[in-house]
T-cell receptor
């Protein structure tokens, strides 16, 4: 069965610092992996996705993630945090044709 | 903007009532999935509709039901509302890849349901 674990429910960084949000997955088949961002009182916006092509995936707003099969990880990074990056971030895994399983989310705070 | 719309944006109901939430999928998408997101949690899969048929269901009771229409828009119905049903309800639309695998899901803005 597919599942996702996001390590760290809250992450705080200073503006300009590296952002690292951790995600580990479990899947019985080659997974598709996603990162979504959610701003307060809004829906989910797709940041990036991995669908078995290049293992380093670049997304919007300067974010990227690397698929590491040996570590079953798909961590999200951004070299330099901006105040507008403050939001909730969700990692999700999809195996086949049905549901997408989400992690519990990581709230990113960016300090000035 | 994903092209996925939901209505209403907010709703207040009392325990025991029934509610219908609506979702219009993005053009070209034939699959709609519904999720419940309780405060401070990740979205939980309720069910999915593909070409007007239910195509998978999460761990939700039968009082959660749905429909998909020929234009691929969808409804989520919840009967006998309980206090714990208070949540943000998200719908996501997607297409299908070769072999039937679910393509990327695009989410609507959600409906905030409050049950008093």
């Amino acid at each position: 069965a597919q599942s996702v674990t996001q390590l760290g429910s809250h992450v705080s960084v200073s503006e300009g610092a590296l952002v690292l949000l951790r995600c580990n997955y479990s899947s019985s088949v080659p997974p598709y992996l996603f990162w979504y961002v959610q701003y307060p009182n809004q829906g989910l916006q797709l940041l990036l996705k991995y669908t078995s092509a290049a293992t380093l995936v670049k997304g919007i707003n300067g974010f990227e993630a690397e698929f590491k099969k040996s570590e079953t990880s798909f961590h999200l990074t951004k070299p330099s945090a901006h105040m507008s990056d403050a939001a909730e971030y969700f990692c999700a895994v999809s195996e086949r044709s049905q549901d997408m399983r989400f992690g519990a989310g990581t709230r990113l705070t960016v300090k000035p | 903007e994903t092209g996925v719309t939901q209505s209403p944006t907010h709703l207040i109901k009392t325990r025991g009532q029934q509610v219908t939430l609506r979702c219009s999928s993005q053009s070209g998408h034939n699959t709609v999935s519904w999720y419940q997101q309780a405060l401070g949690q990740g979205p939980q899969f309720i069910f999915q509709y593909y070409r007007e048929e239910e195509n998978g269901r999460g761990n939700f009771p039968p009082r959660f039901s749905g429909l998909q229409f020929p234009n691929y828009s969808s409804e989520l119905n919840v009967n006998a509302l309980e206090l714990d049903d208070s949540a943000l309800y998200l719908c996501a639309s997607s297409g299908r890849l070769a072999g039937g695998r679910l393509d990327t899901q695009y989410f609507g803005p959600g409906t905030r349901l409050t049950v008093l």
